[in-house]
């Protein structure tokens, strides 16, 4: 323990070592006592309060593993290798207040949306819904254990197809089914490979898979599993040619729902990705060689270009973010691809930056929306006259999105330009460029309309929502800026947590107590 | 349906067995295959059974669709409500050894190892038993005007 814990008195020394168990138990207690509430209000006060607790313990434990490395918790009491660990490194704690902080912001934006879009008796469950989605996401992140690794997934993803089944109209019926169809496969996907690792490694721990997988050779059924789980996990992110499922999820649920999940979901399946390829995997397998990455490095740009033309040319905003999304996700995985420390960061950084960005952009057509009724491309011509504030922010995000300098898109766009020089691929840093010209197209595009567009309809009427949904936008958008100036905090951060994947890569993470 | 008597009195004296049986699979999931899960959907089967015989109304009168809805959180707050407790007598998340009465932490208890493993399993029979019941009300429901699992 640290000087600075070891001042605090007993009781909050012992609340300190349990705060792993902590973070994932609180939410899913409060997702029992709010489905129990009738007051759609209650629910989301509790919601509320349980959300703003998440980071606070996320950001203890982050504290944490800077001072002591890594935190094991073994849940029952049960020593690690055999009973489930949760292990937090600053890779995890990462994640973790990513998701937490997020969860945090989402909130307040959400009493007036999910009030006007869910109908009275549904919104405890609603609220219920958020709130195991939030437990399973961040069980995703902490556990050490790879088959608990796949019951919160679970968690995490069916919440997620009843919060989607909530949306609007009928179509979120499809959107949800589509998705449930392929989080399905992924997941089968996933745990089929888990199986094959377990048959082969006799263990579920990922600390103790990783160093056993060192002492067998390189045997096809770990190169199945390993492609069983790539594949099962590309689902759940969405990588290029496995999203399909993504756009209509994003466009047809509700706004609070895709609010949180653009800014969540995706991240969540990203790091256990990397936890696979560079902690379970990186010290058996030679990461660079083998074929794996240059597959990624293909869908990764497959993903910034398709996807960003398939986003010029959507109707509807909420489907265009969405492609964007995809896009998005594509600088992400191209980071992870590089294998080095700078690439890493890049696809890291970008983790949090798209969270800020994605979270403000759907945040501003969630207001649109509820002003507006849908946010069809007609509906919003003119919209920058008469919700001045919400498109201004729309705007400066967008930016963001873009990648101009002094905001955080640019922060992750240099940092994965880096790593492509320093691995003399400086094609794909003019790649990364090029593909950044294209979200100029569409990000342009609803500036154009918003603004040099005479105002009709509804759009006439329509105002900016009301503070409490305005300020959520601002932090996010102020975070995009302040973040994209003093990177340190983001950046360096990031760099810590790569810098735990790559060292756990060389196989110190799997020293098993 | 309603005249057959045979059908009917069968029924009711079936009932309480299936309810004990589900007890028993419960309590006895320790030393043989059953535990909370399984002994959930004997329950709900029980229920189940009796709405087939006399009913969808009069069974939602004996098993109201409102318990049921209650006891799907009921089971996951009993289930979390162990941990936390384990929490409060100062030790991991669903250690059960704490449960004991004489607990000493280098020694492994049994005892409460059953208790905890017990409580835990209520739990999930509660959930299990709900979520089965409210999935069936939901389909013999359907078409009988409003939705009553809400």
Redesign the interface.
Known sequence: MSASVSSLSPAIL?LIE?LP??QV?IP??G???V??MRNGLLAWFVSLIISLLMPIIALFLLHETFVNGIVS?????WAPPVGIEYRVDVANAFVLVIVSVMAAITLPYARKVVALEIAE??RSWFY?MYLLCLCGLLGIAITGDAFNAFVFLEVSSLSTYAMIAMGRDRRALVAAYQYLIMGTIGATLYVVGVGLLYVMTGTLNFADMAVRLKEIEETRPILAALSFITVGLSLKIALFPLHKWLPNAYAYSPTMATVFLASTATKVAIYLLIRFVYTIYGPSLELVETSAVTVFVILSLAAMFIASFAACFQKNIERMLAFSSVAQIGYITLGISFAVKTGLTGGLVHLVNHAFMKGALFMCTGAMMMRLGNVKLQAVEGIGRTMPITMGLFVAAGLSLIGVPGTVGFVSKWYLALAAFETGQSWLAFAIMASSFIAVVYIGRIVEIAYFREPKGAALLAKDPPPSMILPMIILVVACFYFGIQADLTAKTAELAADAFLSSAQGTWGAVQ | MRLDAILRIVTKMLIPFMLIFALYVHFHGDFSPGGGFQAGVVIAAAVVFHALVFGLYPTQKIVPPRLVT?M???G??IY??V??LT?YL????????VLSHNHHPEKPNYHAQERGVLWVEVGVLTTVAGTMISIFYAFAGRGKGEDKT?
Do not use: Q, R, T, W
């Open positions: 012992n349990h168990a902590l138990a899913m207690l997702a029992a006592f489905a129990m918790y073994a849940l029952g009491g008796e549904n219920s | 209650l799907m959180p009921a996951v707050i979390a409500g941990g936390f929490l100062g030790e991991n998340f669903l250690d059960y050894d809400k």
